[in-house]
């Protein structure tokens, strides 16, 4: 049984939510601002969190960026906000996907197991679980990548971009391409999210971003992994 955390400060969203998730077969968490979610995450094991953006004490962009400084749990922001920028916010902070209010219940259940499906197969072995260009190793088994020996933290989806430039090396990929094989069924912003996420890597893998060694620009096609073979 995979258990969710709300965290939302309205009470009558996080009973209707328990409700839902209950008779959906997930074991449904309570947190009703940020700090309480931080505190439950200490304590409990839980598999995604449906995070409201707009919350006294600590707010959800907020409570994600410390989750994502440790953790690649799915998380789901709920928002009553309908512009762009700040679902773009959430995704640039590492949401795995958003649902605006009011929302409707089936839609949301439907969106809960999409993300738990997506991160149960990126979390499965594949054939090549060991890749290494120049010195960036990853091991997708464990989930792990180091870059000069040093491990490197990465959120979720700066992971599954590495990765995907790490198995076709010398290959240019579209930020429309990057996006799609990453984000899938998120269609929002490709060129500035895709940007923003190639911008993160680099400070975490390379000695000097302005003059990446590793992930390069290839003007007016999008980005590749230098091939060192």
Not at 17 to 43: F, H, Q, S, T, V
Not at 141 to 148: A, G, H, S
């Amino acid at each position: 049984m995979h258990t969710i955390l709300i965290c939302d400060d309205e009470k009558d969203i996080r009973g209707a939510l328990r409700i839902y998730l209950g008779e959906a077969g997930y074991r449904p968490l309570e947190a009703k601002n940020g700090m309480e979610c931080l505190d439950i995450l200490k304590e409990e094991t839980v598999d995604l969190i449906l995070l409201d953006v707009m919350m006294p004490v600590l707010d959800g962009f907020s409570v994600l960026d410390v989750i994502r400084r440790s953790s690649s749990v799915p998380v789901i922001l709920l928002t009553a906000k309908s512009e762009d920028i700040d679902k773009i916010q959430g995704l640039n902070l590492g949401a795995d996907d958003y649902v605006t209010k009011p929302f409707n219940a089936m839609e949301l259940i439907a969106r809960v197991r999409a993300v738990l499906r997506r991160f149960a197969r990126q979390n499965e072995p594949i054939g090549q679980s060991m890749l290494t260009v120049g010195g960036i190793e990853m091991n997708d088994e464990q989930k792990l990548v180091t870059c000069e020996g040093e491990a490197v933290s990465l959120t979720p989806k700066e992971y599954d971009i590495l990765r995907l430039l790490m198995q076709n090396p010398g290959k240019v990929f579209s930020s429309q391409e990057i996006y799609q094989l990453v984000w899938k069924d998120i269609p929002l912003g490709p060129e500035g999210t895709v940007a923003v996420h190639i911008r993160h890597l680099r400070e975490k893998l390379e000695i000097n971003p302005a003059e990446p060694r590793y992930i390069k620009v290839v003007w007016g096609k999008g980005y590749k992994m230098e091939n060192f073979t």
